[in-house]
C-alpha cells in the first residue's frame, strides 16, 4: 500500500465517526468536551453554527452520528451490550443549560442588495435564511401557517419536542432581519418567478401523507385519518380527542409520533399494525421502544386489507398474515401465511404508511425539469434545479428525510446561492476548514482527557407515565442532569484527537504495538491492502475503516493502523520514545455560505 | 510512565487459550520504565509466551532482584506469584522457593547489573545447580536507574552517552551459562518479537536450568551511535543461527526443508523444539562447538542469537539430590518432621 496522505481533509475526517455520518458534519466530540466543561452555551453555539437548531435535534434527531459512534464497536465482546455515546442527548443537555446566548449570534449583514424568497418556514428554508441573513442578503419566507417551523412545528408532538423550544431557535433565525410572510402559501412559481428574486429556495417539505385505498376506505372516512394531517391538527389544537380503540398503519416515526399521541388523546387501546418485520421497520428503535414502553403493542407481518365499517361507521379493520421470504434473487417479499385473515375492532385509523412530494403549484410550463417519477430535478451536492436561480432542499429535494438532512440541503443551498450570485461557478465546492494542533503539553499531559471511561450508557429520566399520559403537552424525556451528562461525556472517545505518525523519526521499538490496548498498530513487510488486513496484530475486518500506512522505516517495514477500534488513550504516544507518534486535534468545520465558500480572489478580498 | 491506566477494553476479536484467558489477562500493571524501553518488550513477550502456552497463571512465580529489569515483574502476570529479593540475592531466594514447591514454573528476571554484577556468585552457582527455572537477563549494558554507568556487560570500547570509551572488558553471560552448565541457552533481542517468544516458550518447556540473554536496548542512556547495545546497533549486526518453533508433540513437517536445514529437539515433556538452521554449520546440540562459534562470532563484532545449546536430556537439582517428587506443601507433619529417632538413625548411619 502507498503511504497515507493525510493531508487530505478526508482521511481523519472519516476517523471522526460521528462527525462523518452527520449530514450536516457536526463536530461533536469537540462540543461533547465542552459539555464535560460545563461550557454550555459554547458547546451550543458549535452545534448552532452545523446544524441550525441544537434543542429541536438534541431531542428529535434520527441521530445517524450514534450508530455510527466507536463507541459501539469498541464495546463490542467487552460486556453486555455495545451502546454508542449518547450523542443526541448530550447536544440536549447543551441546549438546556446554555444560559442565553441572544449576545453570541451573528447580526444581520450590512444589505448587499440581493433578494432570496424560501418557500416554506421548515428547517431547510431556515437554514438558508441563517447563512445567508447575516451576509447581508434580504431573505423572504414564505409559509401558510401563522408560525415558523414547518415539520418540526406541525408534526412533531408536543411530549417530545415543547413549543418553546422551537419559538426560540426559529426565533434566532428570524431576528437576523429575515422577513417572515406568515400565512402567505405559494401557489404558483410563475407568479413568485416574476417578482424578481435573485434566488429562490423551495424548502416546503413532502406535505402529503399517502392514503391506503381499501375496500371500505370512502364509507368510514369520517374516522380515518391521515398521520402527518392528523398530528397537525393536534398540534394546532384543533384535534383534541379520538376514540377509545386506535389502529395506527405503518412502521415509521410518524407512526410512532400517531400512537403515542393517540394514547394521549383519549385513545385507550392503541395497536400499531405494519406490513413489514419488526427489525425492519423504519422507525428509530428508540422511537419504536418509547411506543412500547407507553403499553403500546406493535403487530408486524400484518397487511391491511379492508375497512369494515356497519351503518357507515367504522368498526374494524382485516388484516392478512404474512411472513418474509427471499426470492430467487435474494430479494425479501412478504409472502400470505395462508391463515385466516385478523380482524381488529376499532373507533379510529390512523394511517401513517409514507408521505410523498407534490407540486401542483409549480406550473410545468414555469421552465423547471421533472424527471420520470414527476420530480423536479435537482442536484445532489449543489442543490441546483434547471432554473440555476432555483433551488431544492429538505424534503422537498429528494423525498421525505429528516431535519437533520433538511439543515445539510440548507447550508449546501446557502453556499450554492452566495457562489452564484457572486458570479461563481456552483459546482466548485469550497473545501472544509481544517485546524490541526498537537495535544501535547508535557511527557505525560494531554490537552484532552485521554482516560477512557469503562462506563456503559447512561439512561435519559422519563418523568411518570401517569403524569405524561394525562396530557400531550408534557415533555417525557427529562433530559441528562449534569452530574449524569458529565459520565456521559467521558464515554467519548475524542476520535477528532488524531494519532499521527512521523515514520523518520521511529526507531521501532514496538512500544507503541506492546502498549496499545485494542492490538491496532503493527511493525510489518508492506502488501497489498486485503493481504495487510489479515496479517495484522489485530486482522482488520472492517473494510469501512482505513488503514494508516507509514512510508517505509529503517528495517524496511511499515507501520500500519488500524483505524478501527483505535480509542484515541494516546498511549502509543505516551510510550514513544522519539515522539513519532503525537496525538493532533483536528478540528474540520465544513465551510458555509460567505467569503471563504467562494473562489480565491474573494476570500483574499474579504481578508 | 503514563498517568492514565491502560483501558480493559480489548478488540473484539482478541482470541482466547485453552483456558479460556485472553493475552491481556496475562498482563500486569502499567509500565513505570521510560517510553521505548526494551524490557516492556521483553514483558510483552513473556505475557505472548505464557499465553499460547496456556500456563496457569497461578502456576507461575516470577522472581526478581533490584534494578529497572526487575521492576518489569510488576508489568505482567499480574495474577501469579511474586518475590523481589534483595539486589543480586533472586537465584538463591528462587532456589530455595524451587527446593520447597517443584511444582511450580519459576520465572527468575534480573539486569545485567544484578545479575552480571552484584549478583554474579548467586548467578553462577544457580546455573551450575541446575535449577529448574526459566532465567531471562534483560541486558542494556548500563546502568539506567543511576543514569547512565557502563555495567559488567558493555563492551569494551564501547562508548557512553557522554563519549567515555569504556576500558574494562565485557562478562559474557552466554559464555558463562555454557561454561557453567546451563542445559538451554539462548540469545535474543528485545526488538524481535518473533524470535523472542519461541525462545521463552522453549525455556518455559524445558527441564533444567535455562538461560536467555536478552538484549534490551536503553532508549534513555545506551541507544546511541558508539553503543553496541542500541537498536540499530544490534538491528545490524544480528546474527541469528536459527529460528524456533516450539510444538507441543512431535507431529508431520509441513513444510519442505532441504537436507540438513531442520533439527528437532524433544523435550522431556513430549514437546519439540523445531529449528530451522539459518546457520549451516551450527548444531545447537553440540555445547563445545556452540562455545566455540559464540566466541568466534564475537570476536567479529556479530551479535549471535538464537536458541545457542539445548541439552535434550538435561536433569534439574531435584535428580540431582533425589528429593522428594512432591512439594513441601503436600506432604503431612510427619513426613516434614519425622522426629528424633529418625534423627538419630540418621546420625548413627554417618558415625
Redesign the interface.
Known sequence: MRPTDIRVPDYFHKVVDCQWACPAHTPVPEYIRLIAAGRYADAYMVNWKSNVFPGVLGRTCDRPCEPACRRG??????GDKPEPVAICRLKRVAADNKGDVAARMPKRGAPNGRRVACIGAGPASLTVARDLAPLGYHVVVFDGEAKAGGFIRQQIPRFRLPESVIDEETGYILDLGVEFRAGERIDSLKALLAQGYDAIFVGCGAPRGRDLDLPGRAEAAANIHIGIDWLASVSFGHIDAIGRRVIVLGGGNTAMDCCRSARRLGGTDVKVLVRSGFDEMKASPWEKEDAQHEGIPILDYHVPKAFVHEDGRLVAMRFERVRAERDAKGRRQLVPTGEPDVVVECDDVLIAVGQENAFPWIERDAGLAFDEWNMPVVDKTTMQSSLPHVFFGGDAAFGPKNIIWAVAHGHDAAVSIDKLLNGEDVSERPPPTVNVLSQKMGI??WSYD???S?EDRHKVPWAASETTLASIKVEVELGFDPATAWKETQRCLNCDVQTVFTDKVC?????C???C????ISFTANGEESQLRQHLT??A?NLTQDLYVSGEL??GRVMVKDED?C?H?G?CA?????GAWDMHKYLIDLTQAGPSCRGKSARKEAA | MTYVAKPKLHHPTLPQNSLCYTRRDYEGKISTLCAGCGHDSISAAIIQACWELAVEPHRIAKLSGIGCSSKTPDYFLGQSHGFNTVHGRMPSVLTGANLANRDLLYLGVSGDGDSASIGIGQFVHAIRRGVNMVYIVENNGVYGLTKGQFSATADQGSTSKRGVVNADSPIDMVGLALQLGATYVGRSFSGDKQQLVPLIKGAIAHRGAAFLDVISPCVAFNNHAGSTKSYEYVRAHNDAVNRLDVIPTREEIAVDYGEGELVEVEQHDGSVLRLRKLDAGYDPRDRIAAMNIVQQRQAQGEVVTGLLYVDAESEDLHAHLSTDARPFNTLGARELSPGAAVLDKINASLR
Open positions: 464497536r469498541v464495546e463490542e465482546n467487552n505525560h499531559e485521554n482516560e477512557v469503562p526507531i521501532e521499538c514496538d512500544a504495538v506492546d502498549i490496548p485494542m492490538d491496532c489485530a486482522p475486518l529503517k528495517t477500534v480509542l488513550c498511549l505516551e510510550r514513544c520514545p522519539t
